[in-house]
């Protein structure tokens, strides 16, 4: 502002800045905490209230893990009802976030969940000379000096293994033993000779695991593998 002055007072000139309080836009996100399979493609939706002149919502996801930076997975407008989605693949834990920049009446905000993602596992039994029910059981079948062969595959990040999981069945039950780990190497894939019992009757099984934290690393949910069932015969 300025003032032209008169006979009584010299001009002068002079300005200040006002900083205009905005409000704090409502935006929220779904999804948090859920936990999904291997490579899900999961609809992330924001949900932004009132708006002004900015009707721009980001979607971003930041995977766990030092190897994967976070990024844009779609940026564009809320439709008439304040939602905005985007697809995320599920491949690692991750975290989503959603982004408002602000307009000269709502505030920048930023809201985040963490979903979690599974690994996919699978295994592999050879060296059985047949497969046959005992009970409801499907069990692969071996003879009693033959050591079986387990091949896992599972989705692999650097210095990952593969926890080993076996029991057998006595007395009507089966008894856990101790877990072992196994590295996997750089294809996900960890071969493990169980070795031969030498007599006939003995009843085992076994699964591969993922363990969040023990398996090498923490970018994926623990994840267990579906139970092989083996039996030694004659």
């Given at each position: 502002?300025?003032?032209?002055?008169?006979?009584?007072?010299?001009?002068?000139?002079?300005?200040d800045?006002?900083a205009?309080?905005?409000?704090?836009?409502?935006?929220?996100?779904?999804?948090n905490?859920?936990?999904?399979?291997y490579?899900?493609?999961?609809?992330?939706?924001?949900?932004?209230?009132?708006?002004?002149?900015?009707?721009?919502?980001?979607?971003?996801?930041?995977?766990?893990?030092?190897?994967?930076?976070?990024?844009?997975?779609?940026?564009g407008?809320?439709?008439?009802?304040?939602?905005?989605?985007?697809?995320?693949?599920?491949?690692r834990?991750?975290?989503?976030?959603a982004?408002?920049?602000?307009?000269s009446?709502?505030?920048?905000?930023?809201?985040?969940?963490?979903?979690?993602?599974k690994?996919?596992?699978?295994?592999?039994?050879?060296?059985?000379y047949?497969?046959?029910?005992?009970?409801?059981?499907?069990?692969?079948?071996?003879?009693?000096?033959?050591?079986?062969?387990?091949t896992?595959?599972?989705?692999?990040?650097?210095?990952?293994q593969?926890?080993?999981?076996?029991?057998?069945?006595?007395?009507?039950?089966?008894?856990?033993?101790?877990?072992?780990?196994?590295?996997?190497?750089?294809?996900?894939?960890?071969?493990?000779?169980?070795?031969?019992?030498g007599?006939?009757?003995?009843?085992?099984?076994?699964?591969s695991?993922?363990?969040?934290?023990?398996?090498?690393?923490s970018?994926?949910?623990?994840?267990?593998?579906?139970?092989?069932?083996?039996?030694?015969?004659?």
């Open positions: 502002m300025s003032y032209a002055g008169d006979a009584a007072h010299t001009a002068a000139s002079g300005y800045q006002v205009v309080s905005r409000a704090t836009p409502s935006l929220t996100l779904n999804n905490g859920k936990v999904y399979s490579g899900a493609d999961v609809r992330f939706t924001a949900h932004r209230g009132t708006t002004y002149k900015n009707r721009t919502v980001e979607i971003w996801a930041d995977p766990f893990g030092t190897d994967r930076p976070k990024r844009l997975i779609r940026s407008t809320v439709n008439s009802s304040g939602y905005f989605a985007a697809t995320v693949d599920m491949a834990d991750t975290t989503v976030y982004v408002f920049k602000g307009d009446r709502y505030a920048p905000r930023a809201v985040k969940v963490t979903s979690y993602a690994v996919r596992v699978s295994t592999a039994v050879s060296r059985h047949r497969t046959g029910r005992i009970g409801s059981t499907s069990y692969y079948w071996f003879h009693k000096n033959t050591d079986p062969l387990l896992t595959t599972m989705t692999y990040y650097p210095g990952g593969q926890s080993f999981d076996l029991q057998v069945y006595y007395q009507g039950d089966w008894h856990a033993l101790d877990s072992e780990y196994f590295p996997l190497g750089t294809a996900g894939r960890s071969a493990v000779s169980l070795g031969a019992p007599e006939a009757g003995v009843r085992a099984r076994m699964r695991a993922y363990v969040n934290g023990t398996s090498g690393d970018v994926n949910s623990t994840t267990y593998g579906a139970w092989k069932y083996l039996y030694w015969s004659n």
